[in-house]
C-alpha cells in the first residue's frame, strides 16, 4: 500500500491539519504507514486541483515567441488565419502540446479536456498531436479529447469522414459548433453530430458564440435532441455567452431544462458577462466547469496554462468580491470541471459547496500558498505542490 502524508496543511483554507493519502484516495488523519512519503505543507491550503475542460492544446504556442495577432473578427476568418499560419509555428504541433500540458501541470492541473481540431486542412495531425501530448503526461494528468469540427461539419466535404476515424481511434467526445452561423444548416448539423454521438457511444460538446435570440434557439434545437434521444448528463455547452442576455424568464427557463437533463457548461471566463448567472447555476444543480481555451495561439494572445490566473478573471469578469463567491470561483475551476469529465464527481449544489477534500475521494490535490482561498486567487504564487492519484507530479513550478 503506497501512502503519503500531508502535513500541516488547510484544506479549503480551514484549521491547520494533517491528511494522510492511501492508495490513491484520501484516507483522513490517521497514522501512516512505515515508509510513507512525507510532505510538509507549510501551512498552505489544500485544495483539489485544477480542471481544464475547454483547452486547445493543438493551437498553442506557450513556451515560444509572441508573434503579432494577424487574425480577424468572426470565427471563419479566424479559422482561415490559423490555417494559413499553424503548421509554420516554430515547433510542431506534438511538441507544443507536450510543453504546454506539462506546464498545465506544473501550475496545479491534472483534469483535462482538449479540443482537437479536425478538418480537411489538417486531417488528424492535430488529434494526434494532442493523443502524444496525452500520453507523455499520462503519470500526471487523466486527458479526454474531443473530436471539433472547428471549420463546421458540413461546410467542407471530407469532414465529417474524418470525424469517424477519430472517434474509431479513441477521442472520448464529439464536438459540434455554430449551427446556424457556420454550417448555416442548424438541422443538418445536429442529425450529423447527434448520429456520430450515438454511433460511438461518446457524449456530445457544443461550440457557442452565437448571440443572442439566435444562441437561444440553437440552444433550443440542441435541448430537443437531449430530450429525444435519452442523452441526458451526455451533453456540455462550451461559451454559450449571451444565453442570459434576452430576459429573466428566457434566463430563468434555460437554467431549470439545463438542471432538468444534466447539461454540463464550460466557460472560459470572457470579458462581458452575458451568459446564464453562475449562482443560479449552482442553485439548480448545474454542471459548470472552467477552462483557458486558446493560449497564446492564432486566435488570441491571451492565456498562460495557470488556471489559478484564469479563476481570477472568472470572479473578476463576474464582479465578485464576496469571499464565499470568490471560492465558487476555485470550486468551478477544481469541482467543477471534474463534474463535467465525470458524471460521478460530485456537482455542486450552492456557491457554499466545497466538495473534493472528503474521506474516499481521489486524491487530485494542489498545495497552494495563501491566507485564504480568496488570497491565493489574487496573489497567485507558484509556490505550489500538485498530486495525482496520490502521487506528486509537480513541486514549485516544476514536473517531477
Known amino acids: 500500500m503506497s501512502a503519503l502524508l500531508l502535513k500541516n496543511v488547510r484544506p479549503w483554507g480551514g484549521t491547520a491539519t494533517d491528511v494522510l493519502i492511501e492508495d490513491e484516495t484520501i484516507a483522513g488523519a490517521s497514522s501512516p504507514a512505515s515508509g510513507a512519503q512525507v510532505i510538509d505543507g507549510r501551512g498552505r491550503l489544500l485544495l483539489p486541483s485544477f480542471s481544464d475542460v475547454h483547452v486547445h492544446l493543438d493551437s498553442t504556442r506557450i513556451g515560444l515567441p509572441f508573434r503579432p495577432h494577424t487574425g480577424s473578427p468572426g470565427i471563419w476568418p479566424m479559422v482561415m488565419n490559423d490555417r494559413k499560419n499553424w503548421r509554420d509555428a516554430e515547433k510542431t504541433a506534438e511538441e507544443r502540446a507536450i510543453t504546454t500540458l506539462g506546464r498545465m501541470i506544473e501550475l496545479g492541473v491534472t483534469r483535462v ?35 471539433f469540427p472547428q471549420a463546421g461539419l458540413l461546410r467542407e466535404e471530407g469532414t465529417v469522414p474524418l470525424m469517424k476515424q477519430a472517434l474509431r481511434e479513441g477521442a472520448h467526445w464529439v464536438g459540434g459548433i455554430d449551427p446556424c452561423t457556420l454550417d448555416r444548416d442548424p438541422k443538418g448539423h445536429l442529425d450529423v453530430l447527434f448520429s456520430l454521438a450515438n454511433e460511438f457511444q461518446v457524449p456530445v460538446d457544443v461550440h457557442l458564440h452565437e448571440p443572442g435570440h439566435l444562441g437561444v434557439f440553437s440552444t433550443d434545437l440542441i435541448l430537443e435532441r437531449v430530450r429525444a434521444m435519452g442523452m441526458q448528463g451526455q451533453l456540455t455547452m462550451s461559451h454559450a455567452y449571451e444565453l442570459g442576455s434576452i430576459n429573466e424568464a428566457t434566463t430563468r427557463r434555460l437554467v431549470e431544462e439545463f438542471a432538468d437533463l444534466d447539461i454540463g457548461m464550460a466557460t472560459v471566463a470572457p470579458s462581458q458577462q452575458r451568459g446564464l448567472p ?55 475551476a477544481t469541482v467543477g470541471g471534474a463534474s463535467i469529465m465525470s458524471s460521478e464527481a460530485p456537482r455542486l449544489g450552492s456557491v457554499a459547496d466545497r466538495p473534493g477534500l472528503a474521506v474516499g475521494d481521489v486524491a487530485d490535490l494542489v498545495l497552494v500558498a495563501g491566507d485564504s482561498v480568496t488570497a491565493a486567487v489574487m496573489d497567485r504564487r507558484d509556490d505550489r505542490t500538485v498530486i495525482h492519484a496520490g502521487r506528486v507530479v509537480a513541486d514549485e513550478a516544476e514536473l517531477v
Open 113 to 147: 479536456r482538449s479540443y482537437a481540431q479536425i478538418d480537411v486542412d489538417c486531417g488528424l495531425e492535430r488529434f494526434h498531436a494532442v493523443q502524444a501530448a496525452a500520453e507523455v503526461h499520462k503519470d500526471r494528468c487523466e486527458v479526454q479529447i474531443i473530436a
Open 278 to 332: 453562475l449562482p443560479d447555476l449552482a442553485k439548480a444543480g448545474v454542471r459548470v466547469g472552467l477552462g483557458e481555451d486558446g493560449q497564446r495561439d492564432y486566435w488570441s494572445p491571451y492565456g498562460n496554462a495557470d488556471m489559478l490566473d484564469r479563476t481570477w478573471q472568472l470572479a473578476f469578469t463576474h464582479q465578485f468580491r464576496a469571499d464565499e463567491l470568490i471560492e465558487h470561483c476555485v470550486a468551478i
